[in-house]
């Protein structure tokens, strides 16, 4: 089987802390917007008010998941290994129904009924329902003083015959860099 390609997709990266310490961060480099994720003044139910790691700034690394799908969707490799709407197959023998793909599920079938009925303009275009994995273990560089924690994308239009041999459709869309605990 040809590999699958997502095509050059950029990476991009932002920073991001838990919460600022307001006397070190003053002159946070121009360049990077710092995303604060804590509550003002709020520990949030977390460890210590005052936790080393609540004021460490991280780098995450990702690629646009939009352009991604868009790519997966377009991939003639795996264009007959995909379905575009949901179905119901039954058995002609015994009208017994076979459930084999993603897309032949109850939960696609209502989820595109449901979409239709809310908006009608919607009949036509293809559900594609995303899935978002994460390693459990983190991925370390032994030169370098970071872990990396990887976060894969996939659809489920693809069949699970071809999702199972066919790895690269599952693709890297982004990743956590973290100082090395020692």
């Known amino acids: 089987m040809l590999a699958v390609s997502v095509g050059t997709v ?3 990266n932002f920073k991001i802390t838990y919460k600022c310490k307001h006397q070190d961060r003053q002159n946070a480099d121009e360049q990077d917007e710092l995303i604060k994720l804590a509550g003002l003044g709020g520990q949030d139910g977390q460890d210590e008010p005052n936790a080393p790691w609540m004021f ?3 780098d995450v690394w990702y690629r646009d998941p939009c352009q991604v799908i868009h790519n997966l969707l377009g991939c003639t490799n795996i264009k007959d290994e995909m379905d575009f709407v949901p179905y119901q197959e039954f058995n002609a023998m015994n009208k017994q129904r076979h459930w084999e793909d993603f897309m032949s599920g109850d939960w696609a079938w209502e ?3 449901k979409i239709i009925s809310i908006n009608s303009s ?3 275009a293809t559900l594609v329902p ?4 994460s390693d459990k273990t983190t991925v370390s560089i032994a030169a370098g003083k970071m872990d990396y924690y990887p976060l894969y994308l996939s659809i489920r239009n693809v069949h699970n015959t071809t999702h199972h041999v066919h790895c690269d459709v599952v693709v890297l869309i982004g990743f956590l860099a973290m100082p090395k605990s020692c």
């Open 111 to 113: 989820e595109a009924d």
């Open 122 to 124: 919607t009949a036509g």
């Open 130 to 133: 995303i899935i978002l994995g």
């Open 10 to 12: 950029k990476w991009e």
């Open 56 to 58: 460490d700034v991280y």
